[in-house]
């Protein structure tokens, strides 16, 4: 069973009249993000999109922000900053960093769903200094070190 976490919601002047973030499917993950203000992103422009609300997240949760998929595959537009990281101490105007990687400008509209997010919980690191790491098969080897696309 899927758990429900109470979010805080305002909106703000610009957002009167917008639908808030929602869920479009029983089985979706994330809530599609409206635009709330009309804006031209000319190629390999970027833009913080106003969404005309703040939250107040529960602490030990964040709230990812994530490209829409059609947009990213048919226009090119995508998050910069993917997932992007609203952090629970954030009370400002969520905004969403937008990119044009499309050769064509792009028009977002008022009330356009822009972004999809995603409630998620948080695991603080609690670093502890070792002298040596434990052995991998993998060990040091980086980029490309399991083998690349020619190998499938």
């Given at each position: ?122 695991v603080l690191a609690d670093w ?25």
């Open positions: 069973m899927t758990q429900k976490i109470a979010v805080e919601i305002r909106r703000l002047p610009h957002g009167n009249g917008l639908a808030l973030p929602a869920y479009a499917t029983d089985g979706a993950a994330g809530m599609d993000v409206l635009a709330a203000e009309s804006v031209t992103l000319a190629p390999g422009a970027r833009h913080a999109v106003a969404t005309g609300f703040a939250v107040a997240i529960p602490e030990g949760f964040e709230i990812q922000v994530r490209p829409r998929s059609g947009l990213a595959l048919k226009h090119g537009i995508s998050l910069p900053n993917t997932p992007g990281t609203i952090d629970s101490d954030y009370r400002g105007e969520l905004k969403i960093i937008m990119i044009n990687l499309g050769d064509a400008d792009f028009a977002i509209a008022r009330g356009d769903r822009i972004a999809q997010m995603v409630l998620a919980p948080v502890a200094v070792v002298e040596e790491l434990g052995e991998t098969v993998r060990g040091e080897g980086g980029f490309g070190s399991t083998g690349g696309h020619a190998k499938l």
